[in-house]
């Protein structure tokens, strides 16, 4: 009975942190660009060990960076989702937030993604981004289905991306735009808000091109 105040503490403690638990801060030197665009997204990759899994996952991740970030600049499937209607921001607030699709596109090609990469499952999730301090941790488990032979399993990890790299587009008030709280409330379901919608429609155009070839 003594220990019970202590245990509450560490319980309370490593549900709010467990998600970064193990962490490590990125230098200079261990940012990676994905691709050869000028404005190509940029990872930290320090969280990523030497061996051989800890390398095919870095790949996969890298690629799928490379992919959203073409889907979001260049693929006119994509652009004409986007653009068909508006999206539901966050239903956090008092009102459930729309934005309209031209801001939204708008956004997403704005974007500029310099963000660490933590292969680690955050807590009851599949990714989890960190806006503010500019770090993203994703389920390994996600990221091995990118090896996958079926399609409906490779995509995933495309969705979960195309998902996270929305959070972390900021408002004016540098607080993130596009965010998943409130949903379930005020009628707002968790797939009308824009961030999976963004990650689906991404999944979709990504599954149509990889058949195209
Ligand atoms: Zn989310």
Known sequence: MKMKPLIIVIMVLSI??????????PSN??????????????????????????????NSVKEAFSDVQDIFLNNKK?????LSQSWVSSCDGETIEKTSGKELLSDLRAL????????????????????????????????????????????????TTAHEVTHLILDENNLIKYRDEGHGKKNCLKNDLASYRVGKAAQAV??????AK
Not at 41 to 58: A, M
Not at 122 to 134: E, F, M, R, V, Y
Not at 206 to 211: E, F, G, Q, R, V
């Open 16 to 25: 709010s942190g467990c998600s970064w638990y193990g962490y490590k801060d």
């Open 29 to 58: 030197h261990h940012f990676h660009r994905v691709n050869n665009y000028s404005n190509a997204y940029t990872l930290g990759v320090q969280n990523f060990t030497t061996n051989e899994t800890s390398q095919k996952r870095l």
């Open 78 to 82: 994509f652009e004409k989702i986007i």
């Open 112 to 159: 500029s993604v310099k963000v660490s990469v933590y292969p680690k499952k955050p807590w009851q999730a599949i990714g989890l981004t960190d806006a503010i301090n500019k770090r993203m941790a994703i389920d390994p488990s996600r990221i091995d289905l990118a090896n996958k032979d079926e399609i409906i399993d490779s995509s995933l990890l495309i969705n």
């Open 206 to 211: 990504w599954i149509h091109d990889k058949l």
